[in-house]
């Protein structure tokens, strides 16, 4: 359905109606996405620097995705875990050979990824050690284990009591780590750059320092790559950029160019802990999934995407280093790949809102942190041109 029978405004009852609203939703509706633009149905084109909420990192219907799903679901739709498919395997060992090597189990969602390597900590370890830390400003998803991972109190509120277990050190805070770990810690969970939470960088030697806790201590580390894997960075993985290899990563948002899955991966030494009958999903692995997933690392390969997306990440830091310098409301500049992240001074909704208007797609976190995760095929003149807008738009607020 490349059309819609009903207008915005239809649509919008509709969800007033029967859809419950637990989301805070634009009133638009959308029909259809090619690359990185996207239309309503009232025809309104807009570009999209937010596609997917970072799941569509090649943008919308990448032509290979469309593709290898159209192709697998006429073939196989859907088959449990009980049976082999060779996309899975081909999936996992594509995954393997461009992280840590080791193994995968798949799932559907970066919560549900984020579950998995929570009850691979506390089975690898004895019985005794149940504990994880996490950092304040993470995300980590909206299971009720992952809520107690999420070290953002705001989430946590009226759903207590929450897992037990968790214990939170603030982001970078190395020393607050080391005091909290003890003879009942068995893992350390963090994003190596914090999306939701506005977009932040690990500081110098922050990675390091929790990898040398978790051997010293024989804990498990780990990454949550849900937002900067599979090429967000302009590395395959963040970790790549910083040269500290975790035990355990979680992916899942843009694992299979917008079509839904997640993954968790380890070594071949700690995958056996996830023992028989003790972790499933239904779904995960799915035949569609799979070729999706595969569809999308080859593509990235074939188009030089990662190489792309740094370029991509250069040119997005140098206009916005430049507007920074120019307006005072930007306190400071983020970027990593096609990361990006420009925090203000002031509050950064209703400047989703004067984009949206000039028809630009954008996002904002945590009040004042404008968050841009544009697709790595985004062409420069898009990149350029949707800056522009992004410049107008932060002048005039900048102005009062
Ligand atoms: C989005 C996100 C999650 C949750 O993923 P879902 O697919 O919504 O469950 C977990 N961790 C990080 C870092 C994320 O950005």
Known sequence: MTTSASSSEETVDLFKKYVIPNYGRYNVNLVRGEGSHIWDSEGNRFLDFFP??????LGHCPPAIVEAVTEQIAT???????????AQGRWAQLLSERSFGGQAFFCNSGAEAN????KLARLHSDEKRYKIITFEGGFHGRTLGATAATAQPKYHEGLGPLVAGFQY??????ETVANLIDEETCAILVEPIQGEGGVRTPPEGFLQGLRNLCDENDMLLMFDEVQTGCGRTGHWFAYQHYGVT?????????????????????????APSLRPGMHAAT???????????????????????????????????????????????????????????AELSIEGGPLVQKCLDKGLLINCTQGTVIRLLPAMNLTVEQAEEGLDILADVLREAAAG
């Open 52 to 57: 997917g909420w970072g799941c569509n990192l």
């Open 283 to 341: 779904f995960g692995g799915n035949p569609i999934a799979a070729r999706a997933g595969i569809a999308a690392l080859e593509t990235i390969e074939r188009e030089g995407l990662l190489q792309h997306a740094q370029q991509l990440g250069d040119l997005f830091k140098k206009r916005l280093t430049a507007l920074q310098e120019e307006l005072e409301i930007i306190r400071d500049v983020r970027v990593v790949g096609v990361m990006i992240g």
């Open 246 to 270: 975790p035990d355990v990563m979680t992916l899942a948002k843009a694992i299979c160019g917008g079509v839904a899955g997640g993954a968790m991966l380890t070594t071949a030494e700690i």
């Open 115 to 118: 579950e998995a390597a929570i």
């Open 76 to 86: 196989l739709i859907h088959v449990p875990n009980t049976w082999h498919i060779e």
């Open 169 to 174: 050190a603030p982001y970078g805070d190395l």
